[in-house]
């Protein structure tokens, strides 16, 4: 007997007992069981309505979720902040289907165990909920490809930030390379005994004279370790040990990049002030001031 026949046979029911009065046990039992089962029929097919509405919202903000595919590597940027929606939204549509999917399970679980739902009606509702487990396996499948577009983009941002920071730090490190120089201060004898500066003879290029036939340069090879290194850009006056002293540079710096140029005797006093840092470092990154 389906549904129908047995809500016709309550009707027929309720008028026999409307005229002959106060039903028998039997027969009120027999009202309560229809009226249950019409009670669970209307209620399982608002459940399918709501699980229909639930599926139809979650397709429409599936359909407004866009993954993009440019990249900004600031991670204050808009491009993040959006993504960092976008990554928001899929974690909510995706809890929304969750709950939906579960939903449809406690109805499909009920909808079986029932004996009073015809069997009509229980066929025609669990062709209704494998049909919403299509839509909702297709809907995952929209939420793992979102996720993987994410998770890529992510990655690529990840590897942006990497490339650029290590970018930054090799520019930062080849611009700290390229204006740092070096000086030492020290008497002819302390500088000649470190291997910092020799005494020649002969030599065309002659920076400082301390007997005749003889000059001071520097040497060779020298050592940055044996000097104090300075970023020109920051640095230019560099303090001279003994005020009451007078110095003498023996190496090719240009002197007259200098903000006071050595006196006629080539003697420098006091410290030695840079006006021109880039013309004054350009011939020699290595500035020897001998104690004269």
């Not at 590597?73 to 990554?87: F, I, K």
């Not at 005749?212 to 340069?217: A, D, F, P, R, Y």
């Not at 000097?227 to 002197?255: G, H, M, N």
């Not at 002030?273 to 350009?282: E, K, M, T, V």
Request: aromatic share 4%; charged share 20%; with cysteine.
């Amino acid at each position: 007997m389906n549904i129908r026949t047995a809500i016709t046979a309550g009707l027929a029911l309720s008028l026999a007992l409307a005229c002959s009065g106060k039903p028998s046990p039997e027969m009120q039992a027999r009202l309560d069981s229809l009226s249950a089962a019409a009670s669970e029929r209307d209620r399982l097919v608002q459940e399918m309505a709501q699980n229909a509405r639930m599926l139809s919202e979650i397709s429409m903000d599936l359909s407004k979720v866009q993954v993009r595919g440019q990249l900004n590597v600031s991670g204050e940027s808009p491009g993040q902040a959006a993504r960092d929606s976008v990554v928001q939204k899929v974690r909510y549509i995706t809890t929304r289907l969750n709950q939906t999917e579960s939903q449809l399970r406690q109805s499909e679980r009920r909808l079986r165990s029932l004996t009073t739902v015809s069997d009509s009606l229980r066929t025609t509702l669990l062709a209704t909920i494998a049909n919403y487990d299509t839509i909702v396996a297709s809907q995952r499948d929209q939420i793992t490809s979102f996720t993987a577009q994410i998770d890529t983009l992510r990655g690529q941002n990840t590897a942006l930030a990497t490339a650029n920071l290590a970018l930054t730090d090799t520019v930062n490190d080849l611009s700290l390379r390229e204006n740092t120089v070096y000086y030492v201060i020290g008497s002819k004898d302390e500088l000649s005994r470190r291997g910092i500066v020799q005494e020649t003879g002969g030599s065309r290029f002659l920076f400082i004279f301390w007997k005749s036939g003889k000059s001071l340069q520097p040497a060779r090879s020298l050592d940055p370790s044996a000097f104090t290194a300075i970023d020109k850009r920051q640095v230019t006056t560099i303090q001279l040990p003994d005020s009451s002293k007078t110095y003498r540079i023996a190496s090719r710096q240009d002197l007259t990049s200098l903000a006071m140029p050595p006196d006629t005797d080539g003697r420098i006093h006091g410290s030695v002030q840079i006006a021109a840092p880039d013309r004054f470092w350009a011939a020699s990154k290595f500035l020897i001031i001998v104690e004269s």
